[in-house]
């Protein structure tokens, strides 16, 4: 099974050819991607019009890219999936509408796909991860435990009641006049940091609930800069180190509460699963790791490419819910807004769970 996929929920224009091989296993035939983070640095973060302008733009160039590395025609392809939302809305628009068109145009099958969906389940396309596991989103615009315990069954655990991990590292770097995305500008400044000189809070520590908090850390972090006024370059290291330091300290704890929660609800999961661009940094995956082995599960921890927005999650997800005969119809409306558990999974008919399971 052939799909392309058309990811445009944000900042990056992509679209990949997956396939899906009888037995469940991915096959990436090509991924493209074009950042538009030139084009949104000079104001510290996404502007949603520019980004739904650059999508226009590039779109078309990038879907032909797509089909030429992998080298297969329209007519190959046996679904168009595309990034439904969640997502700024002129992007998803954009997206959308142009996969309606190429499945309108070669009468192919449409799948709308929930971005967060695609996130839930890259780890089946790298590593043919079992049902159910425990995913890890972190992300600029979500944070979240999940239990992926189906093709369109997704349970929170855990989530943020305040910013995403992504977005506290971008503010933190715009805070302290670094470049944008600021992620892995912070990580960067926090390897010659000295992660002890300033004392930031650990949100939420110890509750037995799985949520995060990040903006407490984030207001801290500013009035210990402002104790100082004008920076040294060390100043900037100590309080990248101190923040990032925080950071992992709190994902240690509230994956370690998800984890009880998981248990206790869904039973041992099979995995930890990491998504979303925050999962690049290395202190937090060496996190991850230590959650993992402490839970006795493995960790998955996609490759960097594809945990942030990329088209072969799309296509992925889009391939996942074409093999079980989930297809959308052409008049599918983009939603920016838009929690997984709303997701429409497969009517539960004999013989389907296990499939799925497998
Ligand atoms: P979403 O997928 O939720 O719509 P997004 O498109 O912003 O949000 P991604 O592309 O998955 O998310 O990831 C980008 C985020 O990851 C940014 O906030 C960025 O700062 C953060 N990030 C990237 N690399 C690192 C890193 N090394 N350390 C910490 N954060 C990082």
Not at 117 to 146: D, N
Not at 148 to 158: A, F, K, M, Q, T
Request: glycine share 12%; hydrophobic share 45%; net charge negative.
């Amino acid at each position: 099974m052939l799909v392309l996929g058309i990811e445009t929920t944000c900042d990056e224009t992509a679209a990949a050819v997956v396939e899906r091989g009888i037995e469940g296993r991915g096959k990436i035939l090509s991924n493209i991607v074009l950042s538009q983070v030139t084009e949104h640095a000079a104001f510290g973060g996404v502007v949603p019009e520019i980004a739904a302008r650059a999508h226009v733009e590039a779109l078309d160039r990038i879907v032909g890219k797509a089909m030429t590395e992998a080298g297969k025609s329209f007519g190959q392809i046996d679904g168009i999936a595309a990034a439904a939302g969640p997502g700024l809305i002129g992007g998803v628009i954009v997206g959308l509408t142009t996969a309606k068109a190429i499945a309108l145009v070669n009468n192919k099958p449409l799948m709308a796909i929930n971005h967060l969906e695609a996130h839930a389940l890259t780890a089946r396309l790298t590593a043919g991860i079992a049902f159910p596991y425990c995913l890890f989103l972190a992300s600029g615009g979500h944070t979240q435990i999940l239990a992926v315990r189906g093709v369109g069954d997704y349970s929170l655990i855990g989530t943020t009641l305040d910013d995403a991990i992504g977005e506290a590292f971008d503010k933190t770097a715009k805070l302290l006049g670094l470049g944008f995305p600021g992620g892995p500008q912070v990580e960067k400044e926090a390897t010659r940091g000295n992660a002890t000189r300033f004392t930031l809070p650990r949100p939420m520590h110890g509750r037995t609930e799985a949520d995060f908090s990040l903006s407490g850390l984030k207001t801290a972090l500013r009035l210990e800069a402002e104790k100082i006024g004008p920076l040294s370059d060390q100043d900037v290291a100590d309080l990248c180190a101190s923040f990032q330091q925080a950071v992992v300290e709190v994902v240690h704890d509230r994956l370690r509460a998800g984890m009880k929660v998981f248990r206790g609800r869904h039973g041992t999961p099979t995995a930890l699963v990491a998504a979303g661009g925050v999962a690049a940094n290395e202190a937090i995956r060496k996190i991850l790791q230590r959650v993992a082995f402490e839970a006795g599960i493995k960790l998955e921890v996609p490759p960097a490419a594809l945990c942030t927005d990329n088209g072969a999650m799309i296509a992925w997800a889009g391939a996942e819910r074409l093999a079980l005969g989930l297809t959308d119809p052409l008049d599918f409306a983009p939603r920016a807004r838009w929690p997984l558990e709303e997701i429409a999974g497969p009517q539960t008919k004999p013989g389907l769970m296990s499939e799925q399971g497998a």
